[in-house]
């Protein structure tokens, strides 16, 4: 009787032992908490139908910046950045001043922590076949952010957000068609060029170049390759002052950046940038406005740099399985003298 009683307390009590201690090793169980740095994915957040297990841990996202070479870039790291705190994301942030290798560096280093989530915004197009192969072998999706890449696969990246440089380009061009309307001819224009090889520097000349090439008048004097900074953009525009002088009716720069810094140099000359020579550049930053209301820029076609919500949309999409287009394109508009007074207010970089 003593044994059959016991057995009746002790046996629900085995089983109960038994159950429970299977569960605690169950593979889809809650880790008991992500250590901070190693992110390992292999345990895997608990099945998220099961209401009864722990909140799942923070999406951990790898984000390869390329560099702070221009208000656009500083105000687009400081947009993920916001992004990714009201989203409640962990956010790995890693610079890479201008180099490409240490592009390639950061994203070997997100790909050892098993991060959820890789995002870059390439400096160039070229060179990314090998490292996208190596994320796509881990298991780790990709989304390119800004600039574009020139890959054989594109299933190596699940989505490209970022603007249509092209059109920027185009935009500028229609701008100084209807600008030099009544000119006869010829007009001399120079080019500042963004960083050779990198998205916006190539589509941004393509989309200019085709649509003033529809008129003969205008000759492009010097196209230069600068890199996106003021301080260079103001080198630059002085040794082409120095060599063309007032044949330099129209400066086109890819970036405000640049375009402020010739400015300084036009001045120097003794020349009215916005009266003695036509100033179109892209970006639409608050100082880049500012001297467009002074009347010394002409038209600022705009390039959205606030691209951190729609990264952290396109994040939490994809973990939930969703699936993204292969291109989002980010809304900009032209800014010139008409607008500027209204517009610079707006401005949020
Ligand atoms: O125009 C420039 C920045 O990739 C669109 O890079 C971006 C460009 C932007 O340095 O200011």
Not at 81 to 106: P, V
Request: net charge negative; glycine share 8%; aromatic share 6%.
């Amino acid at each position: 009787m003593y044994f059959r009683g016991k057995a009746l307390f002790w046996l629900p009590l085995c089983l109960l032992i038994v159950l429970f201690g299977c569960e605690s090793n169950h593979p889809d169980s809650a880790p008991a908490g992500v250590a901070r740095g190693e992110y390992d994915r292999d345990e895997g957040s608990p099945d998220s139908s099961d209401e009864s297990i722990a909140p799942q841990r923070p999406i951990v996202l790898g984000f390869s910046q390329l560099g702070t070479e221009s208000d656009w870039r500083n105000a687009n790291s400081l947009s993920v950045k916001e992004a990714a705190k009201e989203a409640g994301i962990e956010l790995l942030f890693e610079n890479a001043e201008q180099s490409q290798e240490k592009q390639f560096e950061a994203i070997r280093g997100f790909i050892d922590k098993k991060v959820d989530l890789i995002a870059v915004a390439p400096v160039v197009q070229s060179g990314w076949d090998d490292i996208l192969k190596e994320a796509q072998l881990a298991g780790i999706p990709v989304i390119i952010v800004d600039r574009a890449v020139d890959i054989l696969d594109a299933s190596q990246y699940v989505t490209l957000i970022g603007s249509d440089f092209y059109e920027e380009g185009r935009k500028a061009g229609k701008y100084l068609l209807d600008k030099m309307a009544n000119s006869p001819g010829p007009v001399g224009i120079v080019e500042l060029k963004g960083t050779a090889g990198s998205t916006p520097s190539i589509d941004r000349g393509r989309g200019f170049h085709d649509t003033i090439g529809e008129q003969s008048k205008f000759r492009v004097l010097k196209s230069e390759y600068v890199d996106f900074t003021h301080e260079r953009g103001r080198e630059v525009m002085r040794s082409l002052l120095q060599e063309l002088g007032e044949e330099i009716q129209v400066l086109y720069s890819h970036n405000d950046d640049m375009a402020l810094g010739a400015i300084e140099a036009i001045e120097e000359y003794g020349l009215r940038p916005g009266k003695d020579m036509i100033i179109i550049s892209v970006d639409g930053t608050r100082k880049a406005l500012e001297k467009m209301v002074q009347g010394k820029i002409n038209c600022v076609v705009e390039c959205n740099p606030l691209l951190g919500p729609n990264l952290m949309q396109a994040v939490n999409e994809l973990m939930e399985g969703r699936t993204l287009p292969k291109r989002i394109v980010t809304p900009e508009t032209v800014f010139t003298e008409v607008t500027a007074e209204r517009e610079v207010h707006n401005r949020k970089y």
